[in-house]
């Protein structure tokens, strides 16, 4: 029996408080993060931004603790991208080891 195709998505939701839920959307196919903005008030979704990430042909997404910053793992290159979510600026980018898979973000208190 063949593997099954990898996915080339990855989907990282954060509950707000002010009554809508933010959606990052990773797209390995064309290196790009999407913010999607659910409002649950108005039952609508709307594209806020999207961002490049280079190398992101299959990764991961995480919201820090504090949901401040998203990171991406970037196996395409073998780095981690961090995001500021205010901006959606990427404001460090770090080299891991090989194909890096799995992305774990931890508060440090």
């Known amino acids: 029996m063949a593997n099954p195709p990898l996915p080339n998505t990855f989907v990282q939701v ?13 797209e390995s196919g064309s290196n790009r993060v999407y913010q999607i903005q659910d409002n649950r008030t108005t039952e609508s979704l709307s594209l806020i931004t999207n961002l490049t990430v280079g190398g992101f042909n299959s990764g991961f997404l995480a919201l820090s603790p504090d949901t401040n910053w998203l990171v991406t793992s970037n196996s395409g290159n ?5 995001i ?26």
């Open 14 to 26: 954060e509950d707000s408080s002010s009554n809508t839920i933010n959606i990052y959307v990773g």
């Open 84 to 109: 500021r979510l205010t901006s959606f600026y990427i404001f460090n980018k770090y080299s891991t080891g090989s194909g890096p898979e799995v992305l774990v973000i931890t508060d440090p208190m």
């Open 78 to 82: 073998n780095t981690a991208s961090y």
